[in-house]
């Protein structure tokens, strides 16, 4: 993974991105959605749907980058709370399932009927959702590489994209044939794709959550990189994992020859997790050979 570690939480540094994001989504999710009722577009209302999932999205990682930055005055979060913003990735997900759902029940709900669409509110509403989904993947697209939590609202705000681009296209297909079942058809397009990107950043937010070793980072070559260290001869209870995005944590024994200075062997294996494996925060044991205390140790 390299030294690129992020000193804080990685999501706090881009909160500028995700509130600017949040007011232009809000902001046109009330046009969009008055334009779906009223033109009677599938496609559109269903982008509207999306864009609902959005607006909650990105309140919720705004919400979650605040708390995360909280100080904690109980005393019991030894960890802080900076999983909030791994639970506001999660909730995306669950937006983004619902609103896909959605649109499939309701294109089922329409077959067989006789739908009149305004095709012209379709085009002008999907080139300004357009527009501004174009601004918010700029904001965002800088923050997604290093939070889990700006790559959730940034996932989120390239379906919507696709979404704008689908209106768009279902307004000139309707227009060109007068068949509405483009847009029920387009709209379904655009529900397959929001399940798909909401499978794949839950698959994300599950390994967090199940504190699986962080993306990229093998425990075996952590464990053979700290076993190259001078003095150490064996590892064991060796974990990796991901607090929340841009803190990575670990925790090892290290068994040293009796001849070993502590003190070294701490110092360098630290080194090691720091500079190789961007590890800062690493809790390392190191323990003689002789000593017989992990042996005790039942999971």
């Known amino acids: 993974m390299g030294s690129g570690h992020h000193h804080g939480h990685a999501g706090a540094t881009h909160r500028w991105r995700l509130r600017l994001a949040f007011v232009l989504v809000a902001a046109f999710f009330v046009v969009e959605l008055v334009a779906g009722l ?6 559109l209302l269903s982008d ?11 309140g919720a990682a705004l919400i ?7 100080r904690d005055v109980s005393g019991r979060r030894t960890y802080g709370s900076f999983r909030a913003e791994v639970f506001a990735s999660g909730l995306a997900v669950l937006l983004m399932l619902g609103v896909a759902a959605y649109i499939v029940v309701e294109a089922v709900r329409r077959l067989g009927e006789t739908t009149t ?3 012209g509110a379709m085009l002008v509403v999907g080139a300004i959702g357009l527009a501004v989904n174009l601004v918010a993947l700029v904001l965002l697209r800088g923050g997604a590489a290093e939070s889990l939590n700006v790559k ?9 994209t696709l979404g704008s681009v689908g209106v768009i296209a279902a307004g000139l297909l309707v227009s060109a044939t007068g068949d509405a079942l483009w847009d029920t058809g387009i709209a ?6 929001v399940a798909v990107r909401a499978v794949l950043l839950g698959r994300e937010v599950l390994g967090v959550l ?6 990229g980072m093998s425990p075996d070559d952590v464990a053979a990189a700290l076993s190259a260290v001078p003095g150490v001869r064996d590892v064991h209870d060796l974990h990796v ?13 290290l068994m040293t020859v009796e001849d070993a200075e502590p003190h070294a062997v701490l110092d360098a294996a630290r080194q090691v997790m720091r500079e190789r494996f961007g590890v800062e925060h690493a809790t390392l044991q190191v323990e003689p050979e002789s000593h017989a205390g992990c042996h005790e140790v039942t999971w």
């Open 117 to 119: 669409v305004a095709t």
């Open 64 to 70: 979650a980058t605040r708390i995360a930055a909280r």
């Open 241 to 253: 994992w991901t607090l929340t995005s841009g803190m990575n944590v670990a925790t090892a024994h």
């Open 188 to 193: 379904l397009a655009i529900a397959a794709f």
């Open 152 to 160: 959730g609202a940034y996932l989120e705000v390239v379906a919507d």
């Open 38 to 43: 009223t033109s009677g577009s599938l496609a």
């Open 48 to 58: 509207a749907g999306h864009m609902a999932a959005d607006v909650v999205a990105l």
């Open 210 to 215: 199940g504190q699986h070793a962080p993306a």
